[in-house]
């Protein structure tokens, strides 16, 4: 598996776009780029996936450069709520690893008022 | 909503014991999952199971086993608790093929003293 590197730590304010980067150069042709975050005390919860592609949801938009060396997860309007550690995984699809995760230690995102 | 329940949010066992964490599911999902998460380690994963019966070994299995007797209960069992299994235990469900998305249960906090 491809190993991502994300900040410890980063802060945002209300209403403005959180931008949490993450570095995976060494990324092969079929893996994918997952995003998960955990809230105080609760289990993480899946935002994103994509392969190649930008890919937006309801929560979240994922924008991976053309060499797919590193991508940006975007919050567009961040809200106190998605104060959280967010993870990004770099792996094969679920199927062909039985559904496994590897966590690293991820982004700590802290949103003030 | 509840997808991935897990029995109990804190748990306080003595060094010795025997203990039981349940997590049921009610999305019908074959795969489940169990990690414990540790402050500077991440989630690690303990034991998977593909279906009822079957089980397999994570990455950190000593001192635990699992039962899976029905689909949506996954059990894990620590034998003889010991003070260095006070962690945080996550439960996870997939529901398999093409699904890029895994869920969490809000955790078991466990201390042994």
């Known amino acids: 598996d491809a190993k991502t590197t994300q900040p410890p730590s980063m802060d945002c304010a209300e209403g403005r776009a959180a931008n949490l980067p993450c570095n995976h150069s060494t990324i092969s042709g079929n893996e994918y780029v997952y995003w998960y975050r955990q809230i105080h005390s609760q289990g993480p919860q899946y935002i994103i996936h994509?392969?190649?592609n930008n890919e937006t949801n309801e929560m979240a938009s994922l924008i991976i450069t053309e060499d797919r060396k590193s991508s940006t997860l975007i919050l567009p309007h961040a809200t106190l709520r998605d104060t959280a550690v967010y993870y990004c995984?770099?792996?094969?699809?679920?199927?062909?690893?039985?559904?496994?995760?590897?966590f690293g230690q991820g982004t700590e995102l802290s949103v003030k008022p | 909503d509840v997808k991935v329940t897990q029995s109990s949010r804190y748990l306080v066992k003595r060094t010795g014991e025997k203990v039981f964490l349940e997590c049921v599911q009610d999305m019908d999902h074959e795969n489940m999952f169990w990690y414990r998460q540790d402050p500077g380690l991440g989630l690690r994963l303990i034991y998977f199971s593909y279906d009822v019966k079957m089980k397999e070994k994570g990455d950190i299995p000593e001192g635990y086993s699992v039962s899976r007797e029905k689909k949506e209960r996954f059990s894990l069992i620590l034998e003889s608790a010991s003070t260095n299994q006070t962690s945080m235990y996550l439960c996870a469900s997939w529901g398999g093929d093409q699904v890029y998305e895994q869920y969490f249960g809000p955790g078991t906090r466990l201390t042994v003293t």
């Open positions: 994509g392969l190649k």
């Open positions: 995984i770099v792996r094969d699809s679920l199927y062909n690893q039985g559904g496994k995760l590897i």
